[in-house]
């Protein structure tokens, strides 16, 4: 179950977040500075590249606890820059004004928050198991 929940988050941060990204709201997006867009294309590159270290430290070297807080730290990291945004003047609308959201929640917060509890259940998990 622990492997399932870290390749659903990695999945969720190597493969869907690109995906919902290569395209003209973010990275080749015209109203983006070239400076705004590498950081973008940089933060997608580092992300999936950390993601395929975290499948192979799961399915490979059998590390769930290594992949879980890796995979933590990118999650978390959008769940605080999502929290701070309003100290840097950042948003998760488009310019249009719309947002992707489910039950008018952000769709980032629920998947990247439901991901993030999950993998800290692994980890705690994982130190109750090794107490017994």
């Not at 969720?12 to 709201?25: D, Q, R």
């Not at 993030?116 to 109750?128: E, G, H, M, P, Q």
Request: glycine share 8%.
């Amino acid at each position: 179950m622990k492997k399932a929940i870290i390749t659903f988050g990695i999945i969720l941060y190597a493969v869907a977040v690109p995906f919902l990204e290569v395209n003209n709201t973010h990275v080749f997006n015209p109203d983006w500075t070239p400076h705004v867009r590498i950081h973008e294309v940089w933060q997608l590159i580092t992300n999936s590249s950390v993601g395929i270290l975290c499948l192979w430290l799961v399915w490979i070297k059998n590390d769930t606890k290594i992949s879980a807080i890796l995979s933590l730290l990118i999650t978390g990291g959008f769940l605080l820059a999502f929290t701070l945004k309003d100290t840097y003047e950042g948003s998760m609308e488009y310019l249009d004004g719309s947002e992707k959201t489910l039950l008018g929640f952000n769709i980032g917060v629920i998947g990247f928050g439901t991901t993030f509890l999950l993998l800290l259940l692994t980890l705690l998990a994982r130190k109750s198991e090794s107490k017994y």
